[in-house]
């Protein structure tokens, strides 16, 4: 209740609109003859969380730093509320830039820091210390105002940065790896922060991970970045459910996939047998256009059924568990279908009713026709 007033008060003080809404257009960087950064258009909406994931090296912190300002595109326009900024300094972009290593500075304090954005526009004494004190408790610091950095935990010193990025009300905020250096019970708790902080200013966010989980627990909607381009952009969902080839399936969620051999009579759109690289014959629904085409078969290991219950399925093998792992939420097997050898992942949810396999179990298992994708690479 406090914290949205706060809030309030603050956009009111400031007439601040919350986010802004972000068009690339045709963004590009080249250094030589390598692109680092391919033509990209994307638009991201105000107040949108909007990741950015991918392999190192695939362009992600390019992106963002021609966001940000601080690399000067080859073509192509940032398109911000219907101004491009690729002109404008980085000082005049109203962007606030959060980074793994926090950048807060050492001999100031926590208050100091918070305050230094303000200080560098020129604000007034009192309208500094009682934004410094609103920016405070909005990250539930205000005890730690006069500390240093130093005698401040990984967490809290994020905190200190998210509050400093933040005070002067940018309308996107950028953050590079934010929560890179923290461990992962600190993680999962600044995620919780940083969504609750997000989702009171209203500002639109792009944020950059290589965390799958973090993008997917965080994000309105994930770019997914293969060298240097975007090969998909979608909600977590989306991008879950249907990937639209092999890398992004592999790269978000586990996965087991397989290239295709033959695929026998041409019949797109309905089931058909298909043999897999290894001879497992499975049934796949197949557009035409996949026909005649290097494809690939891919199953979620949540979409496996193991056990009796598999046996009412399209596709039904018999296999023996190779592997088998307990972890909280859930059991983890490694299958090999007898006869091909082909294995499989499967993951099943440790209810209390639940039958757990030890490795050398014979079992069956299965899956719905409609749970197997056919992928490009
Ligand atoms: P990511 O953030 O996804 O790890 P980067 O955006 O940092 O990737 O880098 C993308 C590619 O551009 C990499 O192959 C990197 O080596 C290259 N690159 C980045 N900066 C420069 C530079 N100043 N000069 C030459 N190549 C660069």
Same mark, same amino acid.
């Given at each position: ?37 391919? #033509? ?8 949108? &969380? ?12 390019? /992106? ?193 996939? &397989? ?53 009412? /399925? ?9 592997? #088998? ?23 099943? /949810? ?28």
């Amino acid at each position: 209740m406090l914290m949205t007033s706060l809030v309030r008060s603050e956009k009111q003080l400031q007439g601040a609109g919350g986010g802004a809404s972000v068009s690339i257009r045709g963004l590009s960087k080249r250094y030589g003859n390598f692109e680092a950064v391919a #033509s990209t258009s994307v638009e991201i909406d105000s107040g949108d &969380f909007f990741a950015i994931i991918g392999p190192s090296g695939s362009g992600k912190s390019t /992106l963002l730093g021609m966001i940000a300002g601080y690399i000067d595109p080859t073509r192509g326009q940032i398109v911000v509320d219907g101004r491009d900024i690729v002109p404008e300094p980085i000082y005049r972009r109203n962007i606030g830039m959060v980074f793994q290593n926090y950048a807060l500075f050492p001999h100031l304090s926590v208050a100091q820091n918070v305050a230094y954005p303000l200080k560098v526009r020129g604000k007034t004494r009192q309208e500094i210390d009682k934004r410094v004190r609103e920016s405070l408790a909005m990250v539930r610091l205000e005890a730690f105002a006069a500390r240093l950095p130093s005698e401040l935990s990984g967490g809290q010193q994020q905190r200190v940065a998210l509050a400093r990025a933040s005070i002067y009300q940018p309308s996107i905020l950028l953050m590079d790896e934010p929560l890179g250096a923290l461990d992962k019970n600190l993680r999962d708790e600044m995620q919780e922060e940083i969504k609750r902080f997000q989702q009171e200013l209203g500002v639109t966010v792009i944020y950059v991970t290589h965390d799958q989980q973090e993008a997917a627990v965080l994000a309105d909607r994930i770019a997914i970045m293969r060298e240097g381009s975007m090969a998909q952009i979608g909600s977590p969902r989306a991008l879950y459910e249907k990937p639209n080839s092999r890398f992004v399936a592999e790269f978000l969620g586990e996965a087991s996939i &397989f290239a295709i051999r033959s695929v026998l009579p041409k019949r797109a759109g309905r089931p058909q047998r298909i043999a897999l690289e290894d001879g497992t014959q499975v049934s796949v629904r197949m557009n035409e256009e996949d026909v005649g085409q290097d494809r690939f078969a891919c199953i979620r290991p949540e979409r496996v059924t193991i056990g009796l219950k598999a046996l009412d /399925l399209d596709n039904v093998y018999k296999g023996v568990v190779c592997e #088998s792992l307990y972890t909280p939420g859930s059991i983890r097997y490694r299958v090999r279908l007898n006869g091909t050898g082909c294995m499989l992942k499967v993951r099943v /949810l440790p209810q209390t009713d639940v039958e757990v396999f030890e490795p050398g179990s014979d079992v069956s298992l299965g899956w719905s026709v409609d749970d197997m994708t056919v992928l490009q690479e």
